[in-house]
């Protein structure tokens, strides 16, 4: 069984930043993501990392503000978010997948609890 747990969220002003962190129990070998939601709005791909660390993708709506990372010595995941909007505002989860990489939601078996994001105007 794998155990996702995300930290680092919080309030912040436009313009601002925050890391997200995401640390795995159980199996470490994982594809890994991080998907947003935000109220009204149907859950969407944020970012993906692939098992070895070496690919990463991103939403055109984050690219250049945005770092995904891993640590697989300490099964942990992180999100470096900068020159953060108020349309970044959302719940954001962790995911993970046994595929290398995915963007497609479908494709991640365990997911996190999910850690609030608010970027105030």
């Known amino acids: 069984q794998v155990q996702l747990v995300e930290s680092g969220g919080g309030l912040v002003q436009a313009g601002g930043s925050l890391r997200l962190t995401c640390a795995a129990s159980?199996?470490?070998?994982?594809?890994m993501g991080w998907f947003r939601q935000a109220p009204g709005k149907e859950r969407e791909f944020v970012a993906a990392i692939s098992r070895d660390g070496d690919s990463t993708y991103y939403a055109d709506s984050v690219k250049g503000r945005l770092t995904f990372s891993r640590d697989s010595t300490k099964n942990t995941v992180y999100l470096q978010m900068n020159s953060l909007r108020p349309e970044d505002t959302a719940v954001y989860y962790c995911a993970a997948t046994n595929k290398l990489i995915a963007t497609i939601s479908e494709m991640y078996a365990y997911w996190g609890q999910g850690t609030q994001v608010t970027v105030s105007s």
């Open positions: 159980g199996r470490s070998y994982f594809g």
